[in-house]
């Protein structure tokens, strides 16, 4: 006995063909529509600007009496749509280590320094230092006068390193 089976028609192999060459076309025009949609998103500028970061109101306080450390103030402005840190501030002036450090307050209503590994820079925001939120501390050299300039470098983790110049003033002269 002999079993024979049917050849494929010519037909329903072109049926088989189109049916997966549709079900592939779906993903394919799917993706192409969306990188079309993205690439027009960006290209009308809607995806956001990485971080623009400004510094100024560079500030630190004169030493007073013999007080080993004094902080230092910025004014950091992002303009741009992103967020960043401020990681580091080095001086070529100052040979020991500068610390970030956030002012808190205790129940009892004293304040203390607490150390910070960065501060946040918001995104179309400021990054504003004062002795009531956020500043550096700094080693005091006795050789400070009011008005001189230290050059402080500020590191920040997407815009790299900002050079500024902070005048010395002192305590309570913020503005």
Not at 26 to 42: D, E, Q
Not at 146 to 175: E, K, N, W, Y
């Given at each position: 006995?002999?079993?024979?089976?049917?050849?494929?028609?010519?037909?329903?192999?072109?049926?088989?063909?189109?049916?997966?060459?549709?079900?592939?076309?779906?993903?394919?025009?799917?993706?192409?529509?969306?990188?079309?949609?993205?690439?027009?998103?960006?290209?009308?500028?809607?995806?956001?600007?990485?971080?623009?970061?400004?510094?100024?109101?560079?500030?630190?306080?004169?030493?007073?009496?013999?007080?080993?450390?004094?902080?230092?103030?910025?004014?950091?402005?992002?303009?741009?749509?992103?967020?960043?840190?401020?990681?580091?501030?080095?001086?070529?002036?100052?040979p020991d280590k500068i610390a970030l450090s956030?002012?808190?307050?205790?129940?009892?209503?004293?304040?203390?320094?607490?150390?910070?590994?960065?501060?946040?820079?918001?995104?179309?925001?400021?990054?504003?230092?004062?002795?009531?939120?956020?500043?550096?501390?700094?080693?005091?050299?006795?050789?400070?006068?009011?008005?001189?300039?230290i050059s402080f470098d500020l590191h920040f983790?997407?815009?790299?390193?900002?050079?500024?110049?902070?005048?010395?003033?002192?305590?309570?002269s913020l503005s």
């Amino acid at each position: 006995m002999t079993i024979s089976t049917p050849a494929p028609s010519s037909s329903g192999a072109a049926e088989r063909l189109k049916q997966l060459l549709l079900a592939g076309a779906a993903p394919v025009i799917a993706c192409v529509v969306a990188l079309g949609a993205l690439t027009a998103w960006t290209s009308l500028g809607n995806a956001g600007t990485p971080p623009d970061i400004a510094v100024t109101r560079a500030r630190v306080f004169l030493p007073t009496g013999a007080t080993p450390d004094t902080a230092g103030f910025f004014r950091v402005t992002n303009q741009g749509d992103s967020e960043d840190e401020l990681t580091e501030v080095t001086s070529p002036s100052v040979p020991d280590k500068i610390a970030l450090s956030r002012h808190r307050m205790t129940p009892d209503g004293a304040a203390y320094r607490d150390a910070a590994d960065r501060l946040h820079v918001p995104a179309r925001g400021t990054l504003d230092m004062s002795p009531m939120s956020s500043d550096v501390t700094v080693p005091a050299d006795p050789d400070w006068r009011l008005g001189d300039r230290i050059s402080f470098d500020l590191h920040f983790t997407h815009s790299g390193t900002v050079r500024v110049r902070a005048q010395v003033v002192r305590p309570g002269s913020l503005s």
